[in-house]
């Protein structure tokens, strides 16, 4: 069964020292978007379907859902919604259901609630320790991968066809 992450989204900007930089000098978009692209690879390596929570209480906008890729949902709330409540009421369906529930917060309230109802919790440095480890297991296997005899196209054409790309380079 996949297990469904929910990541308080301006939580973990606020905590991740590169995004709080990044937020400081750039803007929050920006450091929203390093996020989410570092959310789209870890939760595709990890097999998670990873839903990104952001509030959008202060803005007049209904809810808004769009899915980034295949293991990536970004969610702005309701209007006069936090992420907390959403992040809440959401994890409590998904426990109905039967789903195993990941919640990524630092909020110690929410923390405490998470865990009444089942699910699991990681603080917002816990999961900037599991994106880095993932980042660095995914690096450690394209490494792998490159040093593969057979995956240079050289290794896959006929000898007569290299003896001729040889003599070009070689001007003739």
């Not at 606020?14 to 959310?39: C, F, H, M, T, Y």
């Not at 050289?154 to 007569?160: E, I, K, Q």
């Amino acid at each position: 069964m996949q297990t469904i992450l929910l990541v308080d989204g301006y939580n973990v900007v606020g905590s991740w020292p590169k995004l709080v930089r990044l937020r400081d000098s750039v803007s929050l978009e920006a450091a929203r978007n390093a996020l989410i692209e570092q959310l789209a690879d870890f939760a595709s390596f990890r097999g998670y379907y990873t839903v990104l929570v952001f509030d959008s209480q202060l803005v007049l906008s209904p809810l808004a859902r769009k899915v980034e890729t295949a293991s990536l949902e970004i969610c702005f709330t309701d209007y006069e919604q936090t992420a907390d409540s959403f992040i809440e009421k959401f994890s409590y369906e998904l426990l109905r259901e039967g789903r195993r529930v990941m919640v990524a917060t630092s909020d110690r309230a929410q923390q405490l609630l998470i865990l009444a109802q089942g699910a699991g919790w990681l603080s917002a440095q816990q999961l900037l320790k599991e994106v880095k480890a993932a980042r660095h297991q995914m690096d450690e296997q394209l490494q792998q991968r490159r040093r593969q005899p057979g995956r240079k196209l050289a290794d896959h054409l006929d000898p007569g066809v290299l003896e001729r790309f040889a003599r070009w380079r070689q001007g003739e």
